[in-house]
């Protein structure tokens, strides 16, 4: 069993034909779907999705390209929307400095509000950074000595510094199709340092479809595919590879399990 833990089941390229692309990832054999919101104001049409399918659960959050748009969301309202039983998760929220759609006052305030609710509510914390190493570094650490919670670096592509950090703080890292690509030979390397007890694998479809399928819409069957390279990266089976990530997956989103009313007990291996 695989898990996609990081898609977008609501957005429109998607959302059309939901059925069809859940059914494509059952036969491929990824069991579970963690689909992401990116506006708290729109949080009603991720819960509609995780709603109508048995294996996806969601998260409640702002991503950082609408930080300044969301300026007004609290802890509170986030908080609240955690009560639904298939939320999971907080999230994404983060850093973008490649495109700032958002200020950086604004990412980095918004980012703090999630924390706290991770904190508040004890669930993991979806993580979006790109272009912003420093900056998230000096964030994560400021924020985990007040007080810990959990986290995952999600699409990971940031540098071996980061990577570093985000385990020293106890944080799991996520790899998207994008460590397929062949000129991602540095990515590779830093996932090969990675433990396995760390490593999640996702599609964070519509996006960046992984070889052989780059250039086209992505879907959470083609989770597969990340996780081929990972298992070939790591040295060990694809099965094995299936194991660990799925246990990690469960063992980071404890609430998934129930939510979603999946029996884990024999397919998960430890790490």
């Not at 298992?231 to 990530?245: C, L, P, R």
């Amino acid at each position: 069993m695989l898990v996609d833990s990081h898609c977008h089941l609501d957005f429109p390229e998607l959302a059309s034909e939901a059925d069809g692309i859940i059914r494509r990832a059952e036969e491929a054999g990824v069991g579970h779907l963690l689909t992401i919101c990116t506006r708290v104001r729109k949080f009603n049409e991720v819960i509609a999705v995780a709603e109508r399918f048995r294996n996806v659960t969601c998260s409640v959050g702002t991503h950082p390209h609408s930080a300044s748009e969301e300026r007004d969301v609290t802890v509170d309202e986030i908080v609240e929307l955690t009560s639904h039983p298939k939320v999971v998760a907080i999230g994404e929220a983060g850093l973008d400095y490649f495109y700032q759609y958002s200020t950086p006052e604004d990412q980095e305030a918004g980012f703090r509000s999630h924390i706290e609710a991770a904190r508040c509510t004890g669930f993991p914390l979806v993580i979006h950074t790109r272009d912003a190493d420093a900056d998230m570094g000096r964030i994560l650490k400021e924020e985990m000595a007040r007080s810990p919670f959990k986290a995952v670096l999600h699409c990971f592509t940031g540098s071996a510094e980061l990577a570093r950090t985000g385990l020293e703080l106890g944080l799991f890292i996520s790899f998207s199709g994008i460590l397929t690509f062949p000129k991602s030979s540095a990515l590779r390397e830093i996932a090969a340092s990675l433990p396995l007890d760390r490593l999640l694998v996702e599609t964070d479809a519509p996006f960046l479809a992984p070889q052989p399928h780059r250039g086209k819409r992505n879907e959470p069957a083609f989770v597969r595919h990340t996780a081929k390279t990972l298992a070939q990266i790591k040295g060990v089976s694809e099965n094995d590879i299936a194991n660990i990530t799925t246990a990690n997956f469960f063992r980071l989103f404890a609430k998934a399990k129930a939510a979603a009313g999946i029996d884990t007990k024999n397919s998960g291996a430890s790490a």
